[in-house]
């Protein structure tokens, strides 16, 4: 079923939204502490606390509207859900600093395993975004595969060395912007792979 088209403004507040709260929260909060039924928390658990379900709000408002979500879509509410609820649970913000390490070990995962089946994964979910010859899939495969191991490595780094703001502002800005400059740097494997049929006449 195609996604159906919906206010590009609108999808980026609902995609970009509870990121940038969740940021100006922690700004906000970092150096509270709440007592909640007789325990102790760090604003950055009680900001997690409000994260989670503002994103299973906002990713469900995505597929009402779009009647589509992406499997990195899917993904990423999974693990919030997960690990942002284990951080809550047991009063600990490792495991929701952990999360970005596994969703990118996830997916560098599974295009690792189509690439050693000869298979470019990447294809089947961007292929009417980026039409590619072949080759170019595959190149391009690999170069976010090990991409994707790079940023849960640089996560696992940054939150076990640095101190919690420091790893708010690379998740909050320093991630993103790794993304879009990665993109960006493939413009001649999109200039000399580009599928000029797949993309279809211009009109």
């Keep these: 079923m195609a996604a159906k088209k919906i206010n590009p403004t609108l999808k980026m507040v609902l995609e970009l939204g509870p990121i940038v709260l969740f940021f100006i929260g922690y700004l906000k909060l970092k150096d509270e502490v709440f007592l909640i039924g007789g325990s102790e928390y760090k604003g950055f658990i009680v900001i997690t606390a409000a994260f989670i379900p503002l994103m ?3 990713t469900l408002a995505l597929w009402k509207l779009t009647g589509h979500l992406s499997r990195m879509q899917f993904a990423t509410l999974i693990l919030v859900v997960l690990f942002g609820g284990m951080s809550v649970w047991f009063n600990d913000d490792r495991f929701i600093k952990m999360k970005p390490t596994m969703l990118y070990v996830l997916f560098g995962g599974l295009l690792g395993i189509g690439l050693m089946r000869g298979q ?3 294809k089947v ?3 009417e975004l980026m039409p590619l010859k072949q080759e170019g899939w595959m190149i391009l495969t ?3 595969c090990a991409f994707f191991f790079g940023l849960a490595v640089a996560n696992e780094l940054i939150w076990r ?3 919690t ?3 708010v502002y690379f998740k909050t800005f320093g991630l993103p912007v790794a993304m879009f400059a990665f993109f960006m740097f493939q413009g001649q494997l999109f200039q000399k792979y580009g599928d000029e049929e797949e993309a ?3 009109e």
């Design 200 to 202: 279809g006449p211009a």
């Design 125 to 127: 979910v961007m292929e």
């Design 165 to 167: 703001e420091t790893w």
């Design 120 to 122: 470019s994964w990447l």
């Design 142 to 144: 690999r170069r976010l």
């Design 56 to 58: 299973v709000a906002s």
């Design 161 to 163: 060395t640095q101190s």
